[in-house]
């Protein structure tokens, strides 16, 4: 589409539109475009959205704490959930219990983000009053936190408001969970393939033939399987940087996602160059230090 007729409106004339796509920049050749863009982002310019006109970058500080928030706290409620449920499948594998738990991840696996976000605020918060409102990190509260990190959680503490700190962690309870459970599915699955592994290796064998207890048994195949499992969950975490989106839109949350997804709606494509840049360069830093990480804790891997 061209995003001159998006801002204009469907009623504005031809002479209006071809104003707007002049100022924008919009007639100039793609390739001149292309070197341009190029050359601001090597500044640190990542342009102007076309409709708020304000700095993309700036927004983009403002913005993304809130989503890198509720991605980490959905990943370590995904990875806790998940790794229980496949360690649990993958120690009674064949049993009643990997059964149940098998059944349970598939449950989670089908059923979308979206639609566990609307079943948890139907149950948590209409039905039981045991959740906020779904709006926003603060909600109608009139509670306002000077940002320092844009980790609201991080913010509150520093600020030393433990009020706001609860009242951050109960809004933060529905969009994570939302995320959280859904994900856990993912994390389930793999925990169980790599700890059956792991479970029937020879290392295994050996620790028990030398007496050691169950549980001892179970961390020593953990410990075995985990770099496959770190490895995943780094795949989700670029995932969950997207899958947000629809999330912090349902939750009214502030973020990156909600305000990319705005921003395909509307064809701003400055907003969205700078959304797709910044998911990319998390996701390639994470995957980094994840391979920082799997050198420290797998020796082998330097061969």
């Known amino acids: 589409g ?24 919009l007639n100039d050749p793609l390739s001149a475009r292309y070197l341009s863009y190029l050359g601001s982002v090597v500044r640190g310019d990542l342009g102007r959205s076309f409709f ?6 700036g927004e983009l500080r403002e913005r993304l704490p809130a989503t ?16 229980f449920l496949g ?16 059944g349970t991840v598939t449950l989670f696996q089908s059923i979308p983000d979206f639609l566990m976000a609307l079943l948890l605020i139907f149950f948590l918060f209409y039905l039981w009053s045991v959740a906020p409102a779904p709006v926003g990190r603060l909600g109608f509260s009139g509670v306002s936190v000077e ?13 030393g408001d ?3 700190f609860v009242l951050a962690g109960q809004h933060l309870l529905l969009p994570v969970l939302s995320l959280g459970i859904v994900y856990a599915a993912y994390f389930g699955k793999t925990a169980r393939s790599t700890m059956a592994t792991a479970l029937d290796s020879t290392q295994v064998e050996f620790a028990r033939a030398c007496g050691l207890s169950e ?8 410990l075995q399987a ?78």
């Open 147 to 159: 940002p320092i990190t844009g980790f609201l959680l991080v913010d509150t503490l520093v600020a």
């Open 68 to 83: 890198m928030e509720l991605v980490f706290l959905s990943l370590i409620v995904a990875a806790v959930v998940g790794l």
């Open 226 to 303: 985990r770099t496959p499992i770190l490895t995943y969950g780094a795949i989700l975490f670029g995932a969950l940087i997207g899958g947000a989106a629809i999330i912090e839109t349902i939750f009214s949350w502030p973020g990156a996602g909600s305000w990319a997804l705005t921003a395909i709606l509307s064809l701003d494509v400055p907003v969205i160059q700078g959304f797709i840049l910044a998911a990319g360069f998390v996701t390639i830093t994470v995957f980094l230090l994840l391979d920082v990480l799997i050198l420290l804790l797998d020796p082998r891997v330097r061969i």
């Open 87 to 102: 360690v649990l499948g993958a120690y009674y594998r064949g049993r009643k219990v990997d059964k149940a738990t098998r």
């Open 215 to 222: 549980w001892k048994v179970v961390y020593y195949a953990f």
């Open 52 to 57: 708020s006109d304000q700095p993309v970058l």
């Open 162 to 164: 433990l009020n706001a």
């Open 2 to 25: 061209n995003p001159a007729i998006t801002i204009a409106g469907d009623f504005a004339s031809d002479a209006e539109i071809e104003k707007i796509e002049e100022s924008l920049g």
